[in-house]
């Protein structure tokens, strides 16, 4: 059975719960533990590492030799991943599994919120969506599906009660635009080595962090400006410097990006 995500719509759903005569709670636990932030996800960044280094332990999406080449062109490859509906049946295998981690890393497999995000990052994918790769076309559908979702199957009450309840599982309404970058670089890196982010792993223990840091940094940089954020690309070198030291390379891309852009820290990256 699925288990049932839920999110808050805000102070005005908290008022109408309490207008309907809802008794005071004494135990309420504090707002940093019940909501995370705007950009709360299932599991917390922590946990979403923890997640990454063991699917790089136990993954069985093994690195493509091409990629071990002298001559690989990472940024190329980038470039030049096919649309879902262009790929092979091996190629549309690999994109499935790398989803399926993804899902896992970010917490949302086998949650109401599963369907929303693999949609969107096949979207993000296929050269027939009105997403593909378009990073905010991406996050206002990703935002549009999940409202969807809230009025489909969760009432004002229900939504209300698992926020003054302090239930770890309740959703901010806009949800983890940085985590959803940093689901698409990992989801581009990992298709363009051929493996998941135990592959990345092993492409970057291959060239050397110095080196791989180099390569990391320019194809992030092109592919932020392909994908419509290019007032972005000037901090990934030093974003990416840092998340070479993690496990969730994408996230953390994502998250240094947003320690350096107008809003500082807001989980959202100012596109």
Do not use: C
């Not at 707002?31 to 990454?52: P, Q």
């Not at 791989?212 to 932020?224: M, Y």
């Amino acid at each position: 059975m699925k288990k049932l995500t839920t999110s808050i719509i805000g102070a005005l759903s908290l008022s109408l719960f309490l207008s309907v005569g809802v008794p005071a709670l004494s135990n309420v636990v504090e707002a940093d533990e019940s909501v995370n932030s705007v950009n709360s996800i299932l599991l917390s960044e922590e946990e979403s590492e923890k997640i990454a280094s063991e699917l790089i332990e136990n993954s069985d999406l093994e690195i493509n030799d091409e990629a071990l080449e002298n001559d690989f062109d990472l940024e190329g490859a980038v470039a030049d991943i096919p649309s879902i509906n262009e790929m092979t049946t091996e190629e549309k295998e690999l994109f499935d599994s790398i989803v399926n981690e993804q899902l896992q890393i970010m917490g949302v497999d086998d949650t109401e919120l599963e369907e929303v995000y693999k949609d969107n990052l096949e979207g993000f994918f296929d050269e027939n969506s009105e997403t593909y790769q378009d990073i905010q076309a991406s996050q206002a559908k990703i935002d549009e599906d999940l409202s969807d979702l809230e009025e489909t199957h969760l009432s004002v009450l229900d939504k209300t009660a698992n926020f003054i309840t302090g239930d770890k599982k309740v959703q901010a309404f806009r949800l983890m635009s940085t985590r959803w970058a940093g689901t698409i670089i990992n989801t581009a890196l990992s298709l363009a080595v051929g493996g998941g982010v135990g592959a990345i792993a092993s492409y970057i223990r291959s060239k050397g962090k110095k080196e791989a840091a180099r390569l990391f940094s320019r194809t992030v940089k092109s592919r932020l400006i392909a994908w419509g954020a290019p007032k972005l690309a000037y901090t990934a070198g030093v974003a990416v410097t840092v998340a070479l030291n993690y496990s969730d390379i994408g996230g953390m891309i994502a998250k240094q990006i947003d320690k350096r852009d107008k809003k500082k820290n807001n989980g959202y990256i100012d596109i």
